[in-house]
């Protein structure tokens, strides 16, 4: 049961004890016509993903799994702003509700002590050059302990409990992601313009200032992390002295 205070992310909310994934639901009800802001919940997934087909670890009962339907129009290749939104939504949101210094690794990931405490994958349907909606996934490690999670995930991940040292309610968090996400998603959709959320990712980013290793489809770039556009797209200087721009890819820091 959770007492919705926003006006339109999350007024329709549909909890599942257990489901495959969030995003998975958050597709079939889009299509079926669910409003904007709709948001799926589950105590449980078993087939949690991340990016590329990756598997995202979702132990029942102690973390935040959920999905927001959305239907900006945008064109598609402006979807990657959402991610950019949603991490400062949920950035914010964490440091408010519970203390921890949360940072954002450009683009989806969000960490404390360089240890992955968030994930989030924005997927998209689109037709004609605009999209249909979006389905912004945010998993979050609130009560899960390090041990739930295989050796592989353990070395790199962390949750808030381990952060701050005791349980956290996961309801008073999202309640505090989908007042800030709606703050600024309707700011957005208002203005057009990233500002607010790019600013937040600015002062929260664990990527700008570093060395980092970009990985794409087909090559890899090494460069040093100088600033985000006011799109919310990395700046790099690359090895060779130039600046270019990264729109989105695998990043890592190095060193974190
Ligand atoms: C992500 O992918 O970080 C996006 C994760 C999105 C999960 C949410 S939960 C609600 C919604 N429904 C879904 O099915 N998904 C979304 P990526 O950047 O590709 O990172 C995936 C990698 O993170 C994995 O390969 C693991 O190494 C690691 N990982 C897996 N589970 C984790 C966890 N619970 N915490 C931290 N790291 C994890």
Same mark, same amino acid.
């Given at each position: 049961e959770i007492d919705i205070q926003t006006r339109l992310i999350g007024r329709n909310l549909i909890y599942y =004890?257990?489901? &495959?994934s969030t995003n998975n639901e958050a597709k079939k009800e889009a299509a079926l016509g669910a409003p904007e802001g709709t948001v799926i919940i589950a105590d449980e997934q078993t087939g949690g993903r991340g990016r590329l087909g990756r598997h995202w670890v979702s132990p029942r009962g102690t973390g935040i799994w959920m999905s927001i339907i959305l239907k900006p129009q945008l064109e598609p290749a402006e979807a990657a702003k959402i991610t950019q939104l949603t991490a400062a939504a949920v950035t914010t949101a964490l440091r408010n509700v519970t203390g921890c210094e949360a940072g954002i690794k450009w683009p989806n990931d969000i960490i404390i002590n360089k240890k992955k405490v968030c994930g989030i994958l924005t997927e998209m349907s689109a037709e004609l050059n605009t999209v249909n909606h979006i389905i912004v996934g945010i998993g979050i490690n609130v009560n @899960? &302990? =390090?041990?739930?999670?295989p050796d592989e995930v353990r070395a790199i991940a962390t949750s808030i409990k381990e952060s701050v040292g005791h349980e956290i309610y996961r309801k008073e968090i999202v309640l505090e992601i989908l007042q800030i996400f709606e703050e600024l998603y309707l700011d957005f959709l208002r203005t057009r313009s990233m500002a607010k959320s790019v600013e937040i990712c600015k002062k929260y980013s @664990?990527?700008?200032g570093n060395a980092v290793r970009i990985i794409s489809k087909d090559k890899i770039i090494f460069g040093e992390a100088l600033d985000l556009t006011e799109d919310g797209e990395l700046v790099i200087r690359n090895e060779a002295g130039a600046v270019e721009k990264i729109i989105s890819g695998e990043v890592s820091v190095r060193g974190i």
């Open positions: =004890p257990s489901i &495959d @899960v &302990d =390090p041990k739930e999670f @664990v990527t700008l």
